[in-house]
């Protein structure tokens, strides 16, 4: 028996930390469709989404954790043996991109201003600057691609200039993130760490 896989698949971000996949049987039915996704970086890890598969007869899986602002590639693959087997479509599909979005909400509400992060990539340390506008309470964090905090720093009723140097020279090369947390939304800046 040949199976083909899923027809159509397609990613929309519900949050700047969820993304939704759709797909449908238009080339056949199936017993279950294995999905995984990994950040869009070579070398990166892929990871499951709906566990080892989700059965026939959904078309929709939610996937929760990923981080605003990463770029994504996702593949799936269809089997129709429950077990795995050897009957499975003869190949991965090709690949869906998708960027999470970011959410800088800054209408009507208080503003983070002048963001600078230098230099950017870095070897060790990054030095980062921003002018609050407002008095206001921010939390700034940086977090690994896998959501993990790293740094947190609270600032309550924070107005002014803020500058910080950032010292990552004993984590592992790669993407880390800045978040700056405010009130009325987050703002998101990539680190790139070499």
């Known amino acids: 028996m040949t199976v083909l896989d899923v027809g159509n698949l397609a990613v929309t971000s519900g949050s700047n930390t969820q993304a939704t996949f759709t797909w449908d049987d238009s080339n056949g039915a199936y017993s279950f469709v294995r999905l995984q996704a990994r950040v869009d970086t070579v070398g990166s890890s892929f990871f499951n989404i709906g566990g080892i598969g989700v059965n026939y007869g959904t078309f929709t899986k939610n996937k929760n954790g990923l981080v605003a602002g990463e770029s994504y590639r996702a593949k799936s693959r269809t089997w129709c043996d429950p ?112």
């Open 83 to 194: 077990n795995g087997g050897a009957y499975k479509a003869p190949s991965w599909t090709s690949f869906i991109y998708w960027t999470q979005p970011t959410s800088i909400r800054l209408e009507g509400g208080s503003t983070i201003a002048n963001l600078t992060v230098y230099p950017n990539p870095s070897r060790d340390v990054f030095n980062v600057s921003f002018t609050s506008e407002d008095a206001q309470d921010l939390k700034v964090r940086i977090l690994n691609v896998i959501g993990e905090e790293l740094i947190n720093e609270n600032l309550e009723q924070f107005i002014g200039e803020y500058t910080k140097q950032i010292n990552l020279s004993k984590n592992a090369k790669g993407i880390y993130f800045l978040e700056i947390e405010k009130t009325d939304g987050i703002i998101n800046k990539k680190l790139i760490l070499q």
